[in-house]
T-cell receptor, first 115, second 114 residues
Framework: AQTVTQSQPEMSVQEAETVTLSCTYD???????LFWYKQPPSRQMILVIR??????QNATENRFSVNFQKAAKSFSLKISDSQLGDAAMYFC????????????FGAGTQVVVTP | GAGVSQSPSNKVTEKGKDVELRCDPI?????LYWYRQSLGQGLEFLIY????????KSGLPSDRFSAERTGGSVSTLTIQRTQQEDSAVYLC????????????FGPGTRLTVL
């Protein structure tokens, strides 16, 4: 079974600064997908960024980038130039390439952005 | 509609009653997912549909939980004989296919069992 671990319950960052959220996962599979989702107080889950495990290049989406270390089973999210609107709960998720529908989510990291 | 919708947005029920939660996916999306999010927890996968079929029901917590999807569109999650531990936010998501496509989430239904 796969498990996803987010060891940081909360992270605080000042506006315009950078924060990195950690995520590790456990799997015996070689082909899979990884995601970061954002959940603001509105409860609406929004995809932030995603990464295919077979790609060595780290994904980037504007101010969001990941550091994917396949051998270490690590998938961290870096938020650069943090903005007040980035404040939310962030979830790391794993999806097997074989078991299409089944996602495993971490417990989440609350990001607090201070002016 | 433009996004995934869920109804009701909030549901308060008494222990032992049955409840039905509804999800309307984005038009044309073939894959539909149900998750449960307990207070302060991550998302727990419950079930997913590809079309009207549910290839994997292993996430359903007990036989009190069931789900169906009709016409490849609307899905209903039914909880029979609700218990207090069923209290949570139930999230639905849909995606174009069940591959690597982005999941779009609904706003959720907050279920409270008294």
């Amino acid at each position: 079974a796969q498990t996803v671990t987010q060891s940081q319950p909360e992270m605080s960052v000042q506006e315009a600064e950078t924060v990195t959220l950690s995520c590790t996962y456990d799997t015996s599979e070689s082909d899979y997908y990884l995601f970061w989702y954002k959940q603001p107080p509105s409860r609406q889950m929004i995809l932030v960024i995603r990464q295919e495990a077979y790609k060595q290049q780290n994904a980037t989406e504007n101010r969001f980038s990941v550091n994917f270390q396949k051998a270490a089973k690590s998938f961290s999210l870096k938020i650069s130039d943090s903005q007040l609107g980035d404040a939310a709960m962030y979830f790391c998720a794993y999806r097997s390439a074989r078991l299409w529908g089944k996602f495993q989510f971490g417990a989440g990291t609350q990001v607090v952005v201070t002016p | 509609g433009a996004g995934v919708s869920q109804s009701p947005s909030n549901k308060v029920t008494e222990k032992g009653k049955d409840v039905e939660l509804r999800c309307d996916p984005i038009s044309g999306h073939t894959a539909l997912y149900w998750y449960r999010q307990s207070l302060g927890q991550g998302l727990e996968f419950l079930i997913y549909f590809q079309g009207n079929s549910a290839p994997d029901k292993s996430g359903l917590p007990s036989d009190r939980f069931s789900a169906e999807r009709t016409g490849g569109s609307v899905s209903t999650l039914t909880i029979q004989r609700t218990q207090q531990e069923d209290s949570a936010v139930y999230l639905c998501a849909s995606s174009l296919t069940s591959g690597f496509d982005t999941q779009y989430f609904g706003p959720g239904t907050r279920l409270t069992v008294l």
